[in-house]
């Protein structure tokens, strides 16, 4: 890690930078997004910094290939929908960052993997090789073999465990929403949250849900244990949308700042 990245103005030096994007953000009418996700990302490979994208929409993209017109609430569906969807969304995205010449590397995880030392010394092992050799992680769960029992529960707790794995100086996560407010955006009296200091315990916010599309799974409350998670090891979290990634990475004073355990 590069020394500590203490406001969203020292992102710009950040050297290793992992990214969360959910479903609702790159998949069906927004699959458009990858394109400017992938230019965001790009910008920050090749000014130096080594990159880990964890992206959910696996089941989601594969969803309209079996004809589902709603997210299967059945295991062998879901495992189904994420095998054919796992394959096509890393095409598109590898077809993306062909333009600038970087290579994806797939790496797809279970919640065993992180909990097995071995396994996870494995994990930790492999992406370190990938971001040596310049290649660009897009981390997602393996849907095709996770059961409900050991499940993640949601990619922003994988995406939390993922900075943890790779000692990663700044953690992003991307939704549908510009920040964390004090209850949901849509409702009167939602005040932006600008920033949480590391002991801030959040008190008194009310939190609603955030993916718009109904394909994903988690909503603010867990996007916020899991920069929760990430900033107890000493990484940063910033928590912005999709769509301001660009602006996000470049430092602007944008989203929702959460300040990472003092070293």
Known sequence: MTDL????????????????????SISGENVGQIAPLVDALATVWQRGAEVVLVSSGAIATGMPHLKLDARPTDLATQQAAAAVGQNLLIFRYQESLDRYGIVAGQVLLTAGDLENPTHRSNAQRAMERLLGLRILPIVNENDTVATHEIRFGDNDRLAALV?????????????????????????????????VPFDDALAGVTFGDIGSAGVGTGGAGTKVAAAKLAA????????????????????????????PAPS
């Not at 990245?5 to 609702?24: E, H, L, N, Q, Y």
């Not at 107890?232 to 300040?259: D, M």
């Open 232 to 259: 107890a090891s000493g990484t940063p979290v910033l928590l912005t949308a999709t769509h301001l990634v660009a602006e996000a990475l470049n430092g602007a004073a944008i989203g929702t700042w959460f300040a």
């Open 5 to 24: 990245i203490a406001s969203r103005a020292d992102i710009p030096t950040a050297k290793r930078i992992v990214v969360k994007v959910g479903s609702s």
């Open 163 to 195: 900075s943890q794995l790779v000692h990663a100086d700044l953690l992003v996560l991307l939704s549908d929403v510009d920040a964390l407010y004090t209850r949901p955006p849509q409702e009167p009296g939602a005040v932006r949250i600008d920033d």
